[in-house]
């Protein structure tokens, strides 16, 4: 059976497309000195994601349009799964040389992902406060 989690982040980005971003500042202390973190720019990303305008939501933050599009795809096969009682199931085998190999290509992802995030600081921290 699928978990109820799985379509929390569709949700959410559904609710922003309906209602705006959420009226509360939702970023930590390091944003508010300048300091991005790989996912900065997610809620608004998730919103233009959600929209269909990738390229705007590419501009803020990829990983975002994965992770929206990747909860659509995690919430279509819960309902084909409902419907039909068969459940799409994928195996990929794992050995200890694979699993280091995919963390390590993870991380030097989410590094690339870091400076990307912090070249666009000012973009990302248009429209909220700072302390400086």
């Known amino acids: 059976m699928a978990d109820s989690r799985s379509g929390v982040p569709l949700a959410a980005a559904a609710m922003m497309v309906a ?7 939702l970023h930590g202390p390091l ?4 300091i991005m973190d790989p996912f900065c720019g997610g809620t608004r990303t ?6 269909g305008n990738l390229a705007e939501a590419w501009r803020y933050n990829p990983l975002s349009i994965v992770i929206v ?3 659509l795809v995690v919430v279509a096969r819960a309902g084909v799964g ?5 459940w799409l199931t994928m195996k990929i085998g794992s050995t200890p040389a694979r699993r280091r190999r ?3 290509v993870a991380l030097v992802l989410l590094v ?8 666009r600081a000012d ?3 248009e429209g909220t406060h700072t302390w400086l």
Do not use: C
């Not at 209602?19 to 500042?25: E, H, R, T, Y």
């Open 19 to 25: 209602l705006g971003l959420p009226p509360v500042d």
């Open 31 to 34: 944003h508010l000195v300048g």
């Open 46 to 51: 998730a919103r233009y994601a959600a929209q």
């Open 69 to 71: 599009y990747g909860a």
């Open 82 to 86: 409902l419907v039909t009682q068969r």
């Open 102 to 104: 995919v963390i390590t």
């Open 112 to 119: 690339l992902l870091e400076v990307r995030q912090q070249l």
């Open 123 to 125: 973009l990302l921290m």
